[in-house]
């Protein structure tokens, strides 16, 4: 079960009780509600009369293996009592949102991203195994948003001239964020890198001299002439 996610859990008795209700069941990182029936239903020979209730799991929690258990403290119409405890199958519940992922520049791009650069990666994002991380550019001319998945290690975000191209010349600064792999949506601010696209070639500039007419009279082999 993720953040918002709600699973119906059905107990099934083979005769009708009293005094069952909600105190008799217990949850393992979870909540029970909405509790209703009995609504008898047949199966072969057999009546079962099924009650269900509404699962919701607890907040900022992470834990494999929960179950549901039904206690012994209702009775049958004759007054007699379950002889054991019942458990259910197990359930996951992961409602923990994720941190923020880590940025770092990709190489090179501390001194101005080209874009040999850029393709090779502008910047790494570390976020959880299977989360959906994304990046949003915003550059000089224009917006670029990126979506990766997340191997839990240092992922490289790329960018095509292309796109480049839509972001400009100058700085941009990129926002990342991420939502886990069961939907956790992260709600720590995103994590922001600002770095600046340069990929126009430098001027090659000129080299000029000057002398004095008189210096040139000055050293015959020099080859300058009047």
Same mark, same amino acid.
Request: net charge negative; no cysteine; charged share 15%.
């Given at each position: 079960l993720a953040a918002g996610e709600t699973a119906t859990v059905t107990i099934r008795f083979s005769e009708a009780v009293v005094f069952f209700d909600l105190d008799d069941l217990t949850a393992q990182n979870a909540q029970l509600s909405n509790l209703s029936g009995p609504v008898r239903e047949t199966s072969g020979d057999i009546d079962y009369f099924v009650y269900t209730a509404t699962l919701t799991a607890d907040a900022d929690v992470t834990a494999a293996g929960n179950v549901v258990q039904l206690s012994t403290d209702f009775v049958d119409r004759a007054g007699n009592a379950p002889t054991a405890e019942?458990?259910?199958?197990?359930?996951? @519940?992961?409602?923990?949102?994720?941190?923020?992922?880590?940025?770092?520049? &990709?190489?090179?791009?501390?001194? #101005?991203?080209?874009?040999?650069?850029?393709a090779a990666?502008?910047?790494?994002?570390?976020?959880?195994? #299977?989360?959906?991380? @994304?990046?949003?550019?915003?550059?000089?001319? &224009? !917006?670029?948003?990126?979506?990766?998945?997340?191997? #839990?290690?240092?992922?490289?975000?790329?960018?095509?001239?292309?796109e480049i191209d839509t972001l400009g010349e100058g700085s941009v600064t990129v926002s990342v964020a991420q939502t886990?792999?069961?939907?956790?949506?992260?709600?720590?601010?995103?994590? !922001?890198?600002?770095?600046?696209?340069?990929?126009?070639?430098?001027?090659?500039?000129?080299?000029?001299?000057? @002398?004095?007419? #008189?210096?040139?009279?000055a050293d015959p082999n020099d080859g300058l002439t009047n």
């Open positions: 019942v458990t259910s199958a197990t359930y996951d @519940v992961d409602t923990q949102a994720p941190d923020a992922p880590t940025l770092a520049l &990709g190489t090179g791009v501390a001194g #101005g991203a080209t874009d040999a650069e850029a990666g502008v910047i790494t994002a570390t976020g959880e195994n #299977g989360a959906s991380i @994304v990046a949003t550019f915003d550059g000089q001319s &224009g !917006t670029v948003t990126k979506t990766i998945t997340g191997t #839990g290690g240092a992922d490289a975000i790329m960018l095509s001239s292309d886990d792999a069961v939907g956790n949506s992260q709600t720590a601010a995103s994590s !922001t890198k600002t770095f600046t696209i340069d990929t126009v070639a430098p001027d090659p500039g000129s080299v000029s001299f000057s @002398v004095s007419s #008189g210096a040139l009279d």
